[in-house]
């Protein structure tokens, strides 16, 4: 699965942001996709996650009730809306794809993803 994401950029606190990933390649149905996240000298980390049905989603809780995830299987796409940005959501943004297809359980750990996309930046200011 080779994924490509976009939408990133310079957005003042308070504002919004939506990424995309576009999936090719290989099927992309069967895929629980995650979004990551990587600041300045810090581990990267989870975000969100959707499940392969795009019936269950996930969040960190330093996010949730801001950021939705959301996917169209036929597109082969996957999303990130992201509301009320705060300066500590800058960072390098990551989706992927678990290396597991139709797993039933989503995973948040990077070890979990063998696709990853290039990254895109969100840079918020205060």
């Known amino acids: 699965v080779q994924l490509q994401a976009s939408g990133g950029g310079l957005v003042q606190a308070g504002g919004s942001l939506r990424l995309s990933c576009a999936a090719s390649?290989?099927?992309?149905?069967?895929?629980?996709m995650g979004w990551f996240r990587q600041a300045p000298g810090k581990e990267r980390e989870f975000v969100a996650i959707?499940?392969?049905?795009?019936?269950?989603?996930y969040y960190a809780d330093s996010v949730k009730g801001r950021f939705t995830i959301s996917r169209d299987n036929a597109e082969s796409t996957v999303s990130l809306q992201m509301n009320s940005l705060k300066p500590e959501d800058t960072a390098v943004y990551y989706c992927?794809?678990?290396?597991?297809?139709?797993?039933?359980?989503?995973?948040?750990?990077?070890?979990?993803?063998?696709?990853w996309g290039q990254g895109t930046q969100v840079t918020v200011s205060s």
């Open positions: 959707i499940k392969w049905t795009g019936g269950s989603t």
């Open positions: 992927a794809a678990d290396r597991t297809r139709w797993r039933t359980v989503l995973r948040t750990t990077t070890e979990d993803y063998d696709y």
């Open positions: 390649g290989t099927t992309f149905s069967g895929y629980n």
